[in-house]
Each structure stands twice: as structure tokens, then as C-alpha cells.
């Protein structure tokens, strides 16, 4: 009879954290064919982006680059380390459009920075433009009828 441990183990599973490949194949990766998305501010693309982006970073074992939980400061000795993090920076800076590049921009910024910088133009004050949307959606006008008393009208005829 089984123990309920191999019933439930994968045999193909690897260690929860993902084997991060050297820093010579990192900088030969042409990202592009990973995320074949370019990020622009006139295009909602952010989510697609960002997707292609999160599973190359767990593709490569690399996520610990941009999630946060490493601080660069602590890694700054550790040339291997420093060295996939300016890759990093390189595939973020070769994949948005140059608008984005001149806002996020900055000398010796870590993946981390780059990554959270992105983020911060696209979701950062989400909060804040939902209250403006739902602002806008009820001060619009159908004819002669406030879009909240068309919507009432329509619901109850």
C-alpha cells in the first residue's frame, strides 16, 4: 500500500525555488522572443506585457531580481548577481516604447527599480483613476438624461 506522501509527491517536481541560469546565457537571451510585446503608452497592453515578462522571469529563475525579496545593495559583491540584474534592466529598457523609457530612465538602477517603475505608470494610482472613471461614467449624458437616469429607465422598463 502507498503512504499517502507518494501518492501526493510529483516525481517530476524540482525544489521550490527555480535553478537561475549563469549570467553568460542571461545576456545572451533575446527577450524579445520571450516577450514579443512592446509596452506603449497609447496601447493597453501593460497586462500582456507584464505576463510574458513574469513567466520569463520564472523561466530563467530570475524573479528574485524584481519581486523584492533580494535588496541589490546586499548583492553588490556578488558580480554574477550584479550582472543579471543589468540584463534584466536591458531586456525591461529594450521592451517598452521610448515615451516610457525617458519617464523611468535613471543611471545604475537595479531590475528591481525598472520593474517597479513600470508598474507604478500603469497600476500605481489605480485606486485613484477608478474613482475618476466612475466619476466621468456618472456625469455622462444620454440626450437629455444623466446616464444613471437613462440606466434607471431602461432597468425598470
Known sequence: MDSPSSVTSNPFATSSSPVT?????????????????????????????????????????????????VDARH????????????????W?????????????????DTAFGVWTAIHNIFLGNRNQRAVYALQEFHNLYQGDTSITAYFGLSISS
Do not use: C
Open 21 to 69: 541560469l549563469p549570467a553568460a546565457t542571461i545576456q545572451l537571451i533575446n527577450i524579445k522572443q520571450h516577450v514579443p510585446v512592446v509596452l506603449d503608452l497609447t496601447q493597453p497592453n501593460y497586462s500582456t506585457w507584464s505576463t510574458f515578462f513574469m513567466v520569463a522571469f520564472r523561466k530563467f529563475g530570475v524573479q528574485d531580481h524584481i519581486d523584492g525579496t
Open 75 to 90: 548583492r553588490q559583491y556578488d558580480a554574477e548577481w550584479i550582472q543579471i540584474d543589468y540584463s534584466i534592466v536591458s
Open 92 to 108: 525591461l529598457y529594450t521592451s517598452v516604447s521610448q515615451e516610457i523609457v525617458d519617464i523611468i530612465l535613471k543611471p545604475d
